[in-house]
């Protein structure tokens, strides 16, 4: 417990599985988290019931797609506190389809809140952060950024690009004393992931090539994203961790 005392933490896609976890654990962890996601009903929700929890949390409905939205997110942490300590990049979608299906528009509807989404928040957050002295912002990758599935080109490059932008940033942006790390979780069972997971057949050649043979909880994803936010990883930064019960380990 305390290991984000008094510490504010801004995530975005808040309102989604593994988001909302990360809110919670962090609020249990002595943070002040403020939710933001598209989906306003679900992050004012997670808010009220961390408060309820004798957590602190508020939230902010935006899109990371669109600059004023960003700008908005930035101004409700900054009127939290001046410094902000922990930038979760979460936000995202899925969207299946083949290569020689997809024009600009498809591409930019994937890269867009991934890619772009993690580069207009982290931009737009680093006066905050940098005033943190010792801020941390985790990104999400994805087993999806070294390994293939059908139809997730964009996904995929999404993710890859994610993975190269923060270790780039790790080291760009050390003398402000930022941290930049990445997670790449496998199959945790959420709203995005539901048509692998839920169906028979597709989740049961997942699990086939899981050494766990079991899919993860938001909750392992969320422990893993507060021991890179946390001082627990203060020499950590450009890092990558898998989160993916040993898959991308498995040629099976
Ligand atoms: N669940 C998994 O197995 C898994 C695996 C690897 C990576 N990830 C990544 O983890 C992150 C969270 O995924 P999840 O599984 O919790 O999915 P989810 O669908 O449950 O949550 C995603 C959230 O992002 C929000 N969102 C989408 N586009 C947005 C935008 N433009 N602006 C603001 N909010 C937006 C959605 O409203 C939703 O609440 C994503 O980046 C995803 O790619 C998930």
């Given at each position: ?7 504010v933490a801004?995530?975005t ?11 919670k ?13 598209l ?18 949390a508020?939230?902010v409905t ?6 004023d ?15 902000l ?9 899925l969207?299946?389809?083949?290569f020689?299906?997809?024009?600009d528009?498809?591409?930019e509807?994937?890269?867009?809140p ?9 931009r737009?957050a ?9 801020a ?20 995929s490059t999404?993710?890859?690009a994610?993975?190269?932008?923060s270790?780039?940033?790790a080291?760009?942006?050390a003398?402000?004393g930022?941290?930049v790390?990445?997670m ?6 959420t709203?995005?992931t539901?048509?692998?997971t ?13 050494p766990?043979?079991r899919?993860?909880t ?16 203060a ?6 961790i898998?989160?993916?019960?040993g898959?991308?380990?498995?040629l099976v």
């Amino acid at each position: 417990m305390g290991r984000l005392q008094d510490r504010v933490a801004l995530i975005t896609g808040a309102g989604g599985g593994l988001g909302m976890a990360m809110a919670k654990l962090f609020a249990a962890e002595g943070a002040d988290v403020v939710l933001s996601d598209l989906n306003g009903e679900a992050i004012e929700a997670g808010a009220a019931e961390i408060a309820a929890a004798g957590g602190r949390a508020s939230f902010v409905t935006g899109d990371v797609t669109k600059e004023d939205d960003v700008r908005a997110m930035i101004a409700a942490a900054a009127r939290v506190s001046p410094k902000l300590h922990v930038l979760v990049n979460n936000a995202g979608n899925l969207l299946r389809s083949d290569f020689r299906h997809m024009d600009d528009a498809t591409w930019e509807s994937v890269l867009n809140p991934h890619l772009w989404g993690t580069i207009r928040m982290t931009r737009a957050a680093l006066p905050l952060l940098t005033a943190a002295k010792g801020a941390a912002v985790v990104n999400l990758s994805s087993i999806m950024a070294t390994q293939h599935l059908r139809q997730l080109s964009a996904y995929s490059t999404a993710k890859a690009a994610i993975a190269g932008l923060s270790r780039s940033l790790a080291v760009e942006l050390a003398p402000y004393g930022i941290r930049v790390n990445y997670m790449c979780p496998g199959f945790i069972p959420t709203a995005m992931t539901g048509r692998y997971t839920d169906h028979p057949q597709v989740s049961k050649g997942l699990l086939a090539q899981m050494p766990m043979r079991r899919f993860g909880t938001p909750e392992e994803v969320a422990k893993v994203a507060l021991f890179l936010a946390s001082d627990d990883s203060a020499y950590t930064t450009g890092e990558g961790i898998m989160v993916d019960g040993g898959m991308s380990l498995n040629l099976v």
